[in-house]
Nanobody, 114 residues
Framework: QVQLVESGGGLVQPGGSLRLSCAAS???????MRWYRQAPGNQRELVAG???????NYADSVKGRFTISRDNAKNTVYLQMNSLKPEDTAVYYC?????????WGQGTQVTVSS
């Protein structure tokens, strides 16, 4: 089983930066890792993903601003968020799957407001 714990959220001004972390309870070397976000009233949205080979993909809304990365030795995936906008405000969740199981972290709140 995999437990995922997000951290690094907080309040930031528009144009600011945050780095989110997602720590896994075990090895993620063979796992696709993803970041999602969910704002009130919205469904959960895929923000970024990174494959076991390090191939990344991003939602159009965050391309050029966000960077997903992984440190397999630390069992951790990161989301570097730059040039933050108010519309980035959401709870951010990390996600992975293993076999038939899908795993979610508890989420970390990101609020972008002046």
């Amino acid at each position: 089983q995999v437990q995922l714990v997000e951290s690094g959220g907080g309040l930031v001004q528009p144009g600011g930066s945050l780095r989110l972390s997602c720590a896994a309870s075990g090895s993620i070397v063979n796992n696709v890792m993803r970041w999602y976000r969910q704002a009130p009233g919205n469904q959960r949205e895929l923000v970024a993903g990174i494959s076991s080979a390090g191939i990344t993909n991003y939602a159009d809304s965050v391309k050029g601003r966000f960077t997903i990365s992984r440190d397999n030795a630390k069992n951790t995936v990161y989301l570097q968020m730059n040039s933050l906008k108010p519309e980035d405000t959401a709870v951010y969740y990390c996600n992975t799957f293993r076999g038939i199981s899908i795993y979610w972290g508890q989420g970390t709140q990101v609020t972008v407001s002046s």
